[in-house]
């Protein structure tokens, strides 16, 4: 007895270490019930009329697994999970092989309690969170995480087998037997990636006076989603105040009614919606913002990004409309509750794949009202998963590794909506006005998720020769249909990564701007290689009112009442040549203001340099004066230097373009000259010359030169008589003394 019971204890143990060997591998905190399917009652799995647990059948040590049989298209094995915690990141790993080459299976993991969609007002079923093919013939290991991130304790897991009689593996699917064993689901921590392994790429701090408009542009008008605000620029709904950005809704004086669907829809609301399309671009990073939500039912605050390639509605663009363009919500919270209180806000991803539109998503139901105070709202983006993040908690994330659409780039969207499809038409009036405040807005990359980015933009299109363009008001733009018009494309070129040229397009946002209107417009240049990669490229059209010239037309006309004789001749010509061109500017239509400001300068200035022409009477006079003397009665050294200033004088007097300063300079130089002259030794009229003091004499010949008489003779006489008379009037004053 005693060495039985031994044995059986040996037999036990044994059996027990097996078993623990088994469990090691398992985990203990494997949340799967019969995770290898070889309990004695088959315990946790379900099994409907086709999947079932099989015996003979097993991964590794064991006998049993759990098989969809083949003779059936659509049936599955698998279990509910109990007790999973919300907002939380799960990895399940499985065993699992199909008998027959080409067939599939699916690992499955779903949703299946109180429906957490309530998306548009349609509560959605059964939502997957996760599915992956088992396609291998062999046992093989299948993995991958899924976030709970939901209003849900309970998901789901099965192996599936599923196909269409239309389907092309539909036979194979048939036929096969897919296995599943070893399935274990645990819990996985979240690695937070240390802050300072990222790189600041862009951010809006909002602590300026006014909304940059160098990194955002205003959303306008009715956009979407029947919502019950109609977007302004004004300050009053957008505006930068203590260091946040704040969209605030407001109640318009009267509704705005638009036509949406072919129906009318009215606008109760102003408020608030900017983006930084055309501006920066967002690919892979960590996309954050600090903000305090608005609450109040009807509510509907958002940060989202949309694909870069969303079309810009212009006829001439070229890009996706959504959902292909893809759409990542980092951060959307309409208030549904009665009560207005606001907890919740949602991530979601919006795509299209295999050509239909998809959804992944979750919530993060938070303690307190996101209205009280401000929180981070984020999402870490890889090029193999996007994760949510709320404060410092990673609350949902989304395998997007074969999503296209978050392959490529996005721009960013803040707006504070109001009613419309998710939150309804009941608004809670007394929140208003309502504020949404952001206090930033950041843009950081790893090395690695920059290296990722860098290697999307080095194989997009590449689009050259664009540059801002300024147009005068009215201006023709040229349009597809061949009509005449400034061509936007103008020295525009594409090419794809190979250096293939590429058709490029080009549209105004919106596309409704023409040139009749004074303003701006971004302009959007696209093109899409063979691969459907979209490569843009953005730059400002300005539309500036035509030029004023009254003032250019008056100077005109000041000008033409002028005398060319009374200026010199340069600057009356330069004043002639600039009223040319101005006459040429008047005329012409397609000149700035700057044009006419800057030619009604140069008039100015033009008629500001203008010279008076010189009056030469006296000094003509003088130059006939001397020519008349007789150069042999002088002494040559005087003579010659009369006759060399002279010369100058000639000059000067021949010169119509010589001032009267130097006029009166050379007429002065003359006097003095010819005041120099001195009479040779042998000269006739030394006799009474030297009748005079020295000092006599010297007074009469500057007086004699001054008179500048003409001919010799004259001269003679003037001299004698003033001689005469000067010794009169030195008698007269000895006299009278
Ligand atoms: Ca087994
Ligand atoms: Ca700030």
């Known amino acids: 007895m005693k060495k039985i019971s031994k044995v059986l204890m040996i037999i036990s143990l044994l059996m027990t270490m097996a078993l623990n060997i088994g469990q090691v591998k398992a985990k203990t905190n494997n949340l799967v019930r019969n995770w290898d399917f070889e309990s004695e009652n088959n315990e946790g799995w379900e099994q409907n009329k086709v999947g079932h647990v099989i015996d003979g059948v097993s991964y590794g040590d064991g006998n049993k697994a759990g098989v969809v049989p083949s003779d059936c298209a659509d049936g599955y094995v698998g279990q509910y999970i109990y007790n999973l915690k919300p907002n939380t990141t799960y990895k399940i790993t499985v065993q699992a092989k199909v008998d027959t080459d080409g067939a599939k ?22 939502q997957i969170l996760k599915e992956m093919a088992v396609t291998s013939t062999n046992w093989q290991e299948y993995s991958y995480e899924f976030n709970t991130a939901l209003n849900t304790n309970k998901v789901f897991v099965s192996l599936v087998k ?11 699917v048939k036929k096969c037997n897919a296995y599943i064993d070893n399935v274990i689901i645990e819990e996985v921590n979240s690695i937070e990636v240390p802050e300072e392994d990222y790189n600041l790429v862009w951010e809006d701090q909002f602590n300026g006076e006014k909304l940059d408009l160098d990194k955002w542009r205003y959303e306008t008008g009715y956009v979407r989603n029947k919502e019950l605000q109609e977007y302004v620029d004004s300050e009053e709904n957008v505006y930068l105040e203590n260091g946040d950005l704040v969209l605030k809704a407001t109640k318009k004086d ?3 009614t638009v036509t949406v669907d072919g129906q009318d829809h009215k606008m109760y609301y102003n408020s608030g919606s900017i983006e930084s399309f055309g501006h920066q671009d967002v690919l892979y990073g960590k996309i954050e913002m600090r903000a305090k939500l608005t609450n109040g039912k009807g509510f509907w605050p958002a940060f989202w990004t949309l694909g870069s390639e969303w079309t810009s509605e212009g006829q001439l663009g070229e890009g996706t409309a959504w959902p292909e363009c893809g ?38 139901k938070f303690s307190e009202d996101l209205a009280d105070d401000y929180h981070i709202y984020g999402i870490n983006w890889t090029p193999e998963k996007i994760e949510w993040y709320f404060d410092d908690i990673v609350f949902y994330t989304a395998d997007i590794s074969d999503i296209e659409n978050f392959q ?11 009613g419309g499809s998710w939150p309804g038409n009941t608004i809670d009036e007394s929140k208003l006005p309502a504020e949404y405040r952001i206090d930033y807005v950041t843009y950081s990359q790893t090395e690695e998720q920059k290296a990722a980015a860098d290697a999307f933009y080095a194989n997009a299109p590449q689009i050259s020769g664009v540059k801002d363009i300024k147009v005068l008001k009215g201006t023709p733009i040229l349009q597809e249909n061949g009509e005449s018009g400034l061509d936007l494309l103008d020295g525009v070129q594409a090419v794809d ?78 004043l002639q040549n600039d009223l040319t061109k101005a006459k040429q500017v008047l005329e012409d239509n397609s000149v700035w203001q700057e044009d006419v400001d800057s030619m009604v300068k140069t008039l100015e200035a033009s008629i500001g340099s203008l010279v008076k022409r010189a009056d030469i009477t006296k000094l003509e006079l003088e130059i006939n004066n001397i020519e008349k003397l007789d150069s042999q009665k002088y002494t040559a050294e005087t003579w010659d230097n009369l006759a060399s200033v002279l010369v100058d004088a000639k000059a000067v007097a021949a010169d119509k373009n010589v001032t009267q300063t130097q006029v009166d300079d050379i007429l002065s130089r003359l006097v003095d000259a010819k005041g120099q002259l001195k009479l040779k030794e042998d000269g006739s009229v030394s006799v009474s010359w030297t009748n005079l003091t020295p000092s006599q004499q010297k007074e009469t010949t500057n007086k004699v030169v001054k008179t500048s008489d003409e001919s010799p003779i004259g001269m003679l006489m003037t001299t004698l008589l003033l001689s005469s008379s000067m010794l009169y009037v030195l008698k007269k004053r000895k006299n009278n003394c």
Request: charged residues 25%.
């Open 162 to 172: 599923w196909a269409g009689v239309s389907d092309s593996n539909y036979e194979a």
């Open 497 to 574: 990564k190979n250096g293939k040229k590429l058709t490029v397009g080009v549209s105004t946002l919106p596309s409704t701007f023409d040139t009749n209107t004074v303003g701006e417009t971004m302009l959007v240049y696209t093109a899409k290689d063979d691969s459907g990669v979209y490569g843009r490229t953005y730059a400002t059209l300005t539309v500036v009112d035509l030029p004023v010239k009254d003032e250019l037309k008056k100077l005109i006309e000041d000008v033409e009442l002028l005398n060319a004789d009374d200026y010199t001749p340069n600057t009356w010509s330069k």
């Open 327 to 364: 759409e990542i919500d980092i951060m959307e919270a309409p208030v549904q509750s009665p009560d207005g209180v606001n907890k919740t806000t949602w991530a979601t991803i919006h795509y299209q794949k295999n050509g239909s539109y998809q959804k992944m998503g979750g919530e993060y």
């Open 105 to 126: 299976a699916i690992l499955a993991t779903r949703v299946f309690d109180n429906n957490p969609w309530e998306y548009e007002g349609k509560p959605e079923k059964d």
């Open 408 to 418: 490529k780039p996005h721009f960013v969207k803040l707006n504070l909506a109001v």
């Open 254 to 256: 009267e509704p705005v």
